[in-house]
């Protein structure tokens, strides 16, 4: 009886210290390591409001049944955890334009140019605030 719990014993404390690296050396090995997206998936700010309801960059949009939002580390979060938050994100639609599948983005990735993504800093030019001249008066 006492070597068969000793054999446990030790495949059990095998386990977990297997268990302890991979815990401890997994968030040191994601840093720094921008992950591959793909060709067609957009960049946007994207707040959740009231799941499956959000705004992406400021316009309403939906969350499809099944969305998969994935957090810096390329796990799975539930939409309800991100309530109220802006996120710089990448995603893509479903065929019905809802937001299928969403990845936030580490700052690393955030630094890569994406199709989608708005002018976010605080320079404005003189040129987007005045008013574009009128055509020619013809009645001279």
Same mark, same amino acid.
């Given at each position: 009886?006492?070597?068969?719990?000793?054999?446990?014993?030790?495949?059990?404390?095998?386990?977990?210290?297997?268990?302890?690296?991979?815990?401890?050396?997994?968030?040191?090995?994601?840093?720094?390591?921008?992950?591959?997206?793909?060709?067609?998936?957009?960049?946007?700010?994207? @707040?959740?409001?009231?799941?499956?309801?959000?705004?992406?960059?400021? @316009?309403?949009?939906?969350?499809?049944? %099944?969305?998969?939002?994935?957090?810096?580390?390329?796990?799975?979060?539930?939409?309800?955890?991100?309530?109220?938050?802006?996120?710089?994100?990448?995603?893509?639609?479903?065929?019905?334009?809802?937001?299928?599948?969403?990845?936030?983005?580490?700052?690393?990735?955030?630094?890569?140019?994406?199709? %989608?993504? @708005?002018?976010? %800093?605080?320079?404005?030019?003189?040129?987007?605030? @005045?008013?574009?001249?009128?055509?020619?008066?013809?009645?001279?």
């Amino acid at each position: 009886m006492n070597r068969c719990f000793s054999r446990i014993h030790r495949a059990l404390s095998h386990v977990a210290w297997g268990s302890a690296l991979t815990l401890v050396c997994a968030p040191a090995l994601a840093q720094g390591v921008v992950r591959n997206f793909p060709a067609n998936a957009l960049r946007g700010v994207l @707040q959740v409001t009231t799941p499956p309801l959000a705004l992406l960059d400021g @316009q309403a949009a939906r969350l499809s049944p %099944g969305a998969r939002i994935k957090n810096t580390s390329n796990l799975i979060v539930m939409s309800a955890t991100l309530v109220n938050q802006p996120l710089l994100v990448n995603y893509l639609r479903d065929p019905q334009g809802m937001l299928h599948e969403v990845w936030i983005l580490t700052p690393a990735e955030a630094q890569q140019k994406r199709a %989608g993504q @708005q002018n976010t %800093g605080n320079v404005r030019f003189e040129s987007d605030t @005045q008013p574009s001249p009128s055509a020619p008066d013809s009645s001279r």
